[in-house]
């Protein structure tokens, strides 16, 4: 099975920079995902990684370490509109390759 | 292009009663969709995976006879919840994986289901 952990909350200032970590215990990892998800909505893309290191797209970044099992997501700059839930999701191999969510972070940005 | 709709976006049904919500990949073709369920301030999970011309997939402690899926064309997935309950209440998201995208999947915008 998959386990995959990543704080629960967390709160930052406007114009900061923010990390969420997520770690994960899975078999056949195929991929690391994270979703920005607004209350109400269905999550949108933000970041995949495959291999270890940095993904950079515009002030969000995502890092993956496999031997590890480690992965964060910095947000650079932040924004009132950041305040979301952060999803880490997990692909796994096989014929499906689904996705297993973490139990989301819900980052509040303050003024 | 990869747009995923989902039908009807919030529906309110008695207890006893069933619900179909559909799910649609508008621009590409989907093998293979996903159905979710998300309680509130939890994580998605995942329910089942669709497969276009063939039995639906369940996850474990997910009850086949009760959430009927039904993938009848490789754009076209239907979820039924067959006799709700208010434990039912959720929001059900789906998404549809295309095979030539390296991010594979697409969500629509979800259901937010209400049983009384």
């Known amino acids: 099975g998959q386990n995959i952990d990543q704080p629960t909350e967390m709160t930052a200032t406007e114009g900061a920079i923010v990390q969420i970590n997520c770690t994960y215990q899975?078999?056949?990892?195929?991929?690391l995902f994270w979703y920005q998800q607004h209350a109400g909505e269905a999550p949108t893309f933000l970041s995949y990684n495959v291999l270890d290191g940095l993904e950079e797209k515009g002030r969000f970044s995502s890092f993956l370490s496999r031997s590890k099992g480690y992965s964060y997501l910095l947000l650079k700059e932040l924004q009132m509109k950041d305040s979301a839930s952060y999803l880490c999701a997990v692909r796994v191999s096989g014929s499906a390759r689904q996705l297993t969510f973490g139990s989301g972070t819900q980052l509040t940005v303050l003024p | 292009g990869a747009v995923v709709s989902q039908h009807p976006s919030w529906v309110i049904c008695k207890s006893g009663t069933s619900v179909k919500i559909e799910c649609r990949s508008l621009d590409f073709q989907a093998t293979t969709m996903f159905w979710y369920r998300q309680f509130p301030k939890q994580s998605l999970m995942l329910m089942a995976t669709s497969n276009e011309g063939s039995k639906a997939t369940y996850e474990q402690g997910v009850e086949k006879d009760k959430f009927l899926i039904n993938h009848a064309s490789l754009t076209l997935s239907t979820l039924t919840v067959t006799s709700a309950h208010p434990e039912d209440s959720s929001f059900y998201i789906c998404?549809?994986?295309?095979?030539?995208?390296?991010?594979?999947?697409?969500f629509g915008p979800g259901t937010r289901l209400t049983v009384t």
């Open positions: 899975t078999s056949g990892f195929n991929g």
């Open positions: 998404s549809a994986r295309r095979d030539s995208s390296p991010y594979e999947q697409y």
